[in-house]
């Protein structure tokens, strides 16, 4: 069946197989598994137990003549009266004046449209005049071919082929999770007799979509794990409690967790695959830095990845902090580096003379070479293609790897792309810090927030003002933080200092702004969102972020977790007078909801799985039927049963799970390359 080309079917001419290849459908499988987009009803309901304005299919009798009346050009009006279980009803149908012939009196009609709510008229958008063989139409959306004469060409494809149906899911699982048979499935997906056809067969598919989704991660999982392919590091551990001890701050519980977590895996003899989760100021880079000290005692090297200058250079001198006095060297690789410099790096990483490197995307380079490089760490991962993160990934011999987000993964998405197993999180942030404050306002309230940035920068606080961004124009977004930056220095002149950062500044002018900003040189910092990532300035409580509508929900989170770096009120002014629906749903949400975790659960309602990760990332699940955010339900059934049968031995010593398991094996060989 699936190999069998549809040009091969003596019934379908040349012209309908060339239309259905331009819909991707090639094969026999192609086409049963093409599932409608939708599902006409038209299910003959009475007067009686009809909702007004609703769309519905009624029957009845013609009670008079027709009358024509033309509205204006291109638009006329035919009405005529019916008999409709015992009620007089007025139906009415826009240019549809050809069928005037056909209704006279005592003709049967069956209309699908809508009631008004006076019960004494009928708006059709369909008129028929036989009795319906089916009620339930499927709605296919192939182009050149109409659905009636698709659902005959289903009805004798699935006649010769419904044999070669394969079902995969054992009898045990179908009669536990209530699902009907694969082949049924198909034929009920699309040749429904009644919604509960459908329904069923809907049940069907998502069920199995996600649950074989669930175990090729699982066993993917299990095999790296079981059947390794790493290097077990063995590092010092009285070294690394040596380290910790000496921190000048004790860690958080979540912190501890994770750091043990981590290095269990380095410690284990497969390759680790770890997602550190965490508020921003939660405290993920001191947990890197011991995770990196570790591999160092035992000899490798480590590097970290970051997505911007300004995140390395911040990350370079917490670094040089938190290593004092310990005999660990640590660079800063960056395609700003005079090429004396780069090379000097270079030749470092290549004889084991650099420990620890922190770098931009210039650590891809291939000139980038180590002498033995044990862990990678990429800063907010998600802002890294693929096949960047495999390029890093790719410059040593079985390298362990931990990815780092201040962007909470919703559960949903966790537990159907990593495993619970392999994600850290820490949610507790270090000291006493208060929840930040957020309000939402029009620009109207600006002497507001002019009034409050006066009292902060007053009391010897800081302030960054983040500028729209007008992500089809860079020209347009540099103009428009070059005007604020203007105003502001002209509204708060002799009061403070005001500077401008943005993504056209050259390396050395943006670091030199930061310093000042960092020594407080610079009170309010005026910026488009290049402070949304890692920008650590402990003095900045306040963030007023303008025409927040063009920012998503996790940036202006990240934005106000800029100003929650020490236990200060914080402050975040969300302004905008956007009055399009879900923006103010938005920024009315992050006004209310602090919990980042939260947000990302509401964000991904919002957006949807497809668009949560952004362009960069490569590899959203695709479904034909299930979706992750609607059928989370049944994503939490299918991901117990997958952990069941791989945790119990099931999957393996069961002959019964046989054609699962050489599903799980067959993309475990093709794929396991992706957990890197």
Same mark, same amino acid.
């Given at each position: 069946?699936?190999?069998?080309?549809?040009?091969?079917?003596?019934?379908?001419? =040349? $012209?309908?197989?060339?239309?259905?290849? /331009?819909?991707?459908?090639?094969?026999? &499988? *192609? #086409?049963?598994?093409?599932? !409608?987009?939708?599902?006409?009803?038209?299910?003959?309901?009475?007067?009686?137990?009809?909702?007004?304005?609703?769309?519905?299919?009624?029957?009845?009798?013609?009670?008079?003549?027709?009358?024509?009346?033309?509205?204006?050009?291109?638009?006329?009006?035919?009405?005529?009266?019916?008999?409709?279980?015992?009620?007089?009803?007025?139906?009415?149908?826009?240019?549809?004046?050809?069928?005037?012939?056909?209704?006279?009196?005592?003709?049967?009609?069956?209309?699908?449209?809508?009631?008004?709510?006076?019960?004494?008229?009928?708006?059709?958008?369909?008129?028929?005049?036989?009795?319906?063989?089916?009620?339930?139409?499927?709605?296919?959306?192939?182009?050149?071919?109409?659905? =009636? $004469?698709?659902?005959?060409?289903?009805? /004798?494809?699935?006649?010769?082929?419904? &044999? *070669? #149906?394969?079902?995969?899911? !054992?009898?045990?699982?179908?009669?536990?999770?209530?699902?009907?048979?694969?082949?049924?499935?198909?034929?009920?997906?699309?040749?429904?007799?009644?919604?509960?056809?459908?329904?069923?067969?809907?049940?069907?598919?998502?069920?199995?979509?996600?649950?074989?989704?669930?175990?090729?991660?699982?066993?993917?999982?299990?095999?790296?794990?079981?059947?390794?392919?790493?290097?077990?590091?063995?590092?010092?551990?009285?070294?690394?409690?040596?380290?910790?001890?000496?921190?000048?701050?004790?860690?958080?519980?979540?912190?501890?967790?994770?750091?043990?977590?981590?290095?269990?895996?380095?410690?284990?003899?497969?390759?680790?695959?770890?997602?550190?989760?965490?508020?921003?100021?939660?405290?993920?880079?001191?947990?890197?830095?011991?995770?990196?000290?570790?591999?160092?005692?035992?000899?490798?090297?480590?590097?970290?990845?970051?997505?911007?200058?300004?995140?390395?250079?911040?990350?370079?001198?917490?670094?040089?902090?938190?290593?004092?006095?310990?005999?660990?060297?640590?660079?800063?690789?960056?395609?700003?580096?005079?090429?004396?410099?780069?090379?000097?790096?270079?030749?470092?990483?290549?004889?084991?003379?650099?420990?620890?490197?922190?770098?931009?995307?210039?650590?891809?380079?291939?000139?980038?070479?180590?002498?033995?490089?044990?862990?990678?760490?990429?800063?907010?991962?998600?802002?890294?293609?693929?096949?960047?993160?495999?390029?890093?990934?790719?410059?040593?011999?079985?390298?362990?790897?931990?990815?780092?987000?201040?962007?909470?993964?919703?559960?949903?998405?966790?537990?159907?792309?990593?495993?619970?197993?392999?994600?850290?999180?820490?949610?507790?942030?270090?000291?006493?810090?208060?929840?930040?404050?957020?309000?939402?306002?029009?620009?109207?309230?600006?002497?507001?927030?002019?009034?409050?940035?006066?009292?902060?920068?007053?009391?010897?606080?800081?302030?960054?003002?983040?500028?729209?961004?007008?992500?089809?124009?860079?020209?347009?977004?540099?103009?428009?933080?070059?005007?604020?930056?203007?105003?502001?220095?002209?509204?708060?002149?002799?009061?403070?200092?005001?500077?401008?950062?943005?993504?056209?500044?050259?390396?050395?002018?943006?670091?030199?702004?930061?310093?000042?900003?960092?020594?407080?040189?610079?009170?309010?910092?005026?910026?488009?969102?290049?402070?949304?990532?890692?920008?650590?300035?402990?003095?900045?409580?306040?963030?007023?972020?303008?025409?927040?509508?063009?920012?998503?929900?996790?940036?202006?989170?990240?934005?106000?977790?800029?100003?929650?770096?020490?236990?200060?009120?914080?402050?975040?002014?969300?302004?905008?007078?956007?009055?399009?629906?879900?923006?103010?749903?938005?920024?009315?949400?992050?006004?209310?909801?602090?919990?980042?975790?939260?947000?990302?659960?509401?964000?991904?309602?919002?957006?949807?799985?497809?668009?949560?990760?952004?362009?960069?990332?490569?590899?959203?699940?695709?479904?034909?039927?299930?979706?992750?955010?609607?059928?989370?339900?049944?994503?939490?059934?299918?991901?117990?049963?997958?952990?069941?049968?791989?945790?119990?031995?099931?999957?393996?010593?069961?002959?019964?799970?046989?054609?699962?398991?050489?599903?799980?094996?067959?993309?475990?060989?093709?794929?396991?390359?992706?957990?890197?």
């Amino acid at each position: 069946m699936k190999n069998t080309l549809l040009s091969n079917l003596d019934y379908l001419t =040349a $012209k309908t197989v060339t239309t259905l290849k /331009k819909h991707n459908i090639h094969t026999v &499988e *192609d #086409l049963l598994l093409s599932f !409608p987009t939708k599902f006409n009803d038209y299910t003959v309901r009475n007067i009686k137990d009809v909702v007004p304005n609703t769309n519905v299919t009624v029957a009845g009798v013609v009670q008079s003549k027709a009358m024509i009346k033309t509205i204006r050009p291109k638009l006329v009006l035919l009405s005529f009266y019916a008999d409709i279980d015992g009620r007089r009803i007025r139906v009415s149908i826009f240019n549809r004046q050809f069928l005037r012939p056909k209704i006279h009196y005592g003709v049967y009609v069956r209309l699908t449209g809508k009631l008004s709510d006076n019960l004494k008229s009928f708006t059709a958008a369909e008129i028929h005049f036989d009795e319906l063989s089916n009620n339930i139409t499927p709605v296919f959306n192939i182009k050149g071919i109409t659905d =009636a $004469k698709m659902l005959d060409i289903k009805e /004798k494809v699935y006649e010769d082929f419904c &044999e *070669d #149906l394969e079902d995969v899911l !054992p009898a045990e699982i179908r009669e536990k999770y209530g699902l009907i048979g694969y082949r049924d499935a198909v034929r009920y997906i699309n040749i429904p007799e009644d919604d509960g056809e459908i329904a069923r067969a809907i049940r069907r598919i998502k069920f199995e979509e996600l649950f074989l989704y669930q175990l090729k991660i699982k066993y993917l999982l299990y095999m790296r794990k079981n059947y390794p392919q790493g290097i077990g590091i063995a590092y010092d551990r009285e070294k690394v409690a040596a380290f910790v001890s000496r921190l000048p701050f004790k860690l958080t519980a979540d912190q501890e967790r994770a750091v043990n977590e981590i290095l269990n895996d380095i410690a284990a003899p497969y390759q680790m695959n770890r997602l550190l989760q965490g508020e921003v100021g939660s405290g993920k880079t001191v947990v890197a830095a011991i995770c990196l000290y570790a591999v160092i005692t035992a000899g490798y090297q480590g590097a970290i990845m970051a997505p911007t200058e300004v995140l390395v250079q911040q990350h370079y001198q917490t670094f040089l902090r938190l290593f004092e006095g310990v005999p660990v060297k640590i660079v800063m690789l960056s395609s700003s580096l005079a090429q004396k410099d780069k090379k000097e790096i270079i030749d470092g990483l290549g004889d084991k003379d650099i420990d620890i490197v922190i770098g931009t995307h210039a650590l891809f380079q291939k000139d980038v070479v180590f002498e033995r490089l044990g862990l990678v760490i990429t800063d907010e991962e998600h802002r890294f293609g693929v096949r960047q993160r495999v390029s890093i990934v790719g410059k040593g011999h079985l390298i362990d790897h931990l990815k780092m987000s201040a962007t909470p993964i919703p559960r949903t998405l966790a537990i159907s792309i990593l495993g619970e197993s392999d994600i850290s999180v820490i949610r507790t942030l270090p000291g006493c810090k208060k929840e930040p404050i957020t309000k939402y306002l029009g620009y109207r309230d600006m002497p507001e927030v002019y009034a409050h940035l006066r009292t902060m920068i007053a009391k010897g606080q800081q302030a960054y003002v983040i500028c729209p961004m007008i992500e089809e124009s860079e020209v347009m977004d540099l103009q428009n933080a070059t005007e604020v930056y203007e105003k502001f220095k002209v509204d708060f002149q002799g009061f403070c200092e005001i500077g401008l950062i943005h993504s056209k500044l050259k390396p050395g002018d943006k670091e030199r702004v930061m310093n000042d900003f960092a020594q407080n040189k610079i009170q309010i910092l005026v910026s488009t969102s290049v402070i949304e990532v890692g920008v650590n300035v402990v003095n900045a409580t306040t963030v007023v972020v303008l025409d927040a509508d063009r920012f998503g929900i996790a940036q202006l989170h990240q934005m106000r977790g800029r100003v929650r770096r020490s236990d200060e009120q914080a402050y975040c002014f969300l302004v905008s007078d956007s009055n399009v629906t879900t923006a103010i749903e938005r920024l009315k949400l992050v006004a209310e909801v602090t919990d980042g975790f939260v947000l990302a659960e509401e964000d991904l309602l919002m957006r949807g799985p497809g668009d949560f990760f952004g362009e960069k990332q490569t590899g959203n699940v695709m479904f034909k039927m299930a979706d992750l955010v609607m059928d989370k339900d049944v994503l939490e059934e299918a991901n117990a049963l997958a952990d069941r049968l791989i945790a119990s031995g099931e999957l393996f010593t069961n002959p019964e799970y046989e054609k699962l398991r050489a599903i799980a094996h067959e993309n475990y060989i093709t794929k396991k390359e992706m957990l890197n």
